[in-house]
């Protein structure tokens, strides 16, 4: 299981943390999650979800590194992601920066709900494959 090779990192004072979230409602296909009020970042170990909100966006990316599955880490210190068997690094919004992974973090399909953030787990996005959804699966904060 992905999330068992999680790691939780503590924050710096001017680092977007990290916290470890549940959803408020769940289901097979969705799970709603209060939208984040600060930049930061947070993960439902349960389903697999980050949520991440950096710059008045907010995604939601699959725990996985799309190279081969691996837990992705949060590095709050560098502001960044990375992954712990190969290294390859992404930035806030999940675009790859560096690595052997050959695409950025594969987004889900989000949307609003009042104050709320709803993820659709059916539909996960990838940057190379998904080339008109990859770029907008984000809502403004
Ligand atoms: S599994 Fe993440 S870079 Fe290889």
């Known amino acids: ?29 969705e799970s709603k999650y209060a939208m984040p009020a600060a930049d930061g970042v947070t993960v439902d170990k349960d389903k697999e ?34 992954c712990p068997k190969h290294k390859s690094k992404y930035a806030p919004d999940g675009k790859y920066i560096e690595g052997r992974a050959t695409r950025s973090m594969d987004r889900y399909q989000v949307r609003k709900d009042g104050t709320n953030i709803v993820v659709n ?9 998904d080339k008109a959804e990859w770029p907008t699966a984000f809502v403004t904060a």
């Open 49 to 82: 979800v980050i949520l991440a909100r950096a710059a008045g966006k907010v995604y939601a990316f699959a725990l996985s590194c799309p190279h081969q599955n691996t837990a992705l880490k949060w590095l709050p210190g560098d502001n960044r992601f990375q």
């Open 1 to 29: 299981m992905a999330a068992a090779a999680l790691m939780a990192i503590s924050s710096t004072a001017d680092a977007m943390p990290l916290r470890l979230i549940s959803a408020l409602e769940s289901s097979m296909a």
């Open 121 to 129: 787990l059916d539909k996960l996005y990838e940057e190379d494959s």
